[in-house]
């Protein structure tokens, strides 16, 4: 199954610039890996006020089940807002 994922990423407010640098790097290394499995297809940066952080992806999983433990896992999941569009494919 495909399915579209929108990420709205906040930072808690007082955080260390090191831990979001950390982290940041952490959700990179955790985005190679999901592509390298075939479960990260395409990763996209919509446009964002300034400030905002936002990403757009395309994903494989067996199951919504399956893709929502993946993204729990990702290191900044407790900073995101995701939703979550399942795909089927066009009939035509």
Do not use: C
């Not at 930072?11 to 940041?24: C, I």
């Not at 290191?75 to 066009?90: A, D, K, N, R």
């Amino acid at each position: 199954m495909e399915f579209l994922v929108t990420f709205d990423i906040q930072v808690p407010e007082g955080t260390r610039e090191a831990e979001v640098e950390q982290r940041m790097r952490a959700e990179a290394a955790a985005s190679a890996r999901l592509a390298r499995e075939r479960h990260l297809v395409r990763l996209w940066k919509p446009p964002a006020a300034p400030g905002e952080m936002k990403a757009l992806g395309l994903y494989r999983a067996d199951s919504e089940a399956q893709l929502n433990g993946l993204l729990d896992a990702l290191p900044l999941s407790g900073w995101m807002q995701i939703t979550v569009t399942p795909l089927e494919p066009h009939p035509q």
